[in-house]
């Protein structure tokens, strides 16, 4: 077995982390946890998106937060674009990156963004043949792929199709995403083994929910299958809509850990890391949801 040297994390915090926590933080606090991030080392950070403020108040202060966090020349500052009125808000900030989202899942489509997902690719569609005109860079996520909420189960053949759908389109990277955290490595396997016959490897993310504690775990399986970069949540933020009390997503500390561990370089400093995810947990009156973070953090800090 061998591993990759190096492996890349796209920090979700700002945007999926918060959006999924019940308490708004102000503006502010929001720059200074970003400016923090941008300081570890960390070459991904999704700052916030630009969905309708009805939708996720959290985050009606995305373009503030965009235009005032320190932006480093090596760091890219992704925002989540839901359709052609979020990425001219996007545009007008100078954003040069976007995330957008499908899903294979038909009912978590409809709950979620109110379509079809043969009617969300057309959206995509128009979003990304506007983006690709101002030279930005598209991610794509996939929610759902391994079990949804209201389906059940989901099957990697559509998985791939919709990878290979999104990659022709433009998108630069196709993320795999646990939103329920159902995943196990066989499951993780076989969804690979599938999702490769449409998506070269290279081009593939996963991205991890630790609902039922299998999040590391299941990183290390797709590891052993050769992926290459992993989405991860600083202090574990944002819970899981579905299963309430449920961790969402897997704590960026622990991921960091266990590559460290490996011998598996991420160009992350945990230390930087602990006190970015302590500064934060603060801010929401709790303590960090990564038991790295636990162990190490009041040494650090
Ligand atoms: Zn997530």
Known sequence: ????????????????????????????????FINLLSDTGLPVIETTSFVSPKWIPQLADGGEV???????PNVNYPVLVPNLKGLE???????????????????????????????????????VDRAKKQRIRIRAYLSCVLGCPYEGKVM??????????????????????????????PKIKRLLEIVCRHVPLKYLAVHFHDT??????????????????????VAGLGGCPYAKGASGNIATEDVVHLLNGMGIDTGVDL???????????????????????????????
């Open 1 to 32: 077995m061998t591993f990759p040297h190096h492996i890349k994390i796209v920090e979700v915090s700002p945007r999926d982390g918060l959006q999924n926590e019940a308490q708004t933080l102000p503006t502010q606090v929001k720059i200074d």
């Open 66 to 72: 965009y235009q005032s966090i320190q932006k480093k």
């Open 89 to 127: 808000a996007a545009i007008a900030v100078g954003v040069k990156e976007i995330a957008v989202f499908t899903t294979p899942s038909e009912q978590f489509s409809q709950k979620n963004a109110n379509c079809s997902v043969t009617e969300s690719l057309h959206r995509i569609a128009e979003v």
């Open 156 to 185: 990697p053949e559509k998985v791939g199709e919709l990878g290979e759908i999104l990659l022709r389109m433009g998108c630069y990277e196709i993320v795999l995403g646990d939103t329920i955290g159902v995943g196990t490595p």
């Open 212 to 233: 039922y504690g299998l999040a590391l775990v299941n990183i290390y399986s797709a590891l052993e299958f050769g992926i290459g970069i992993i989405d991860s949540s």
């Open 271 to 301: 230390k930087k890391l602990i006190a970015a995810g302590r500064f934060i947990s603060k801010h929401l009156g709790r303590t960090p949801q990564s038991k790295v973070n636990l162990a190490l953090g009041e040494a650090i800090s």
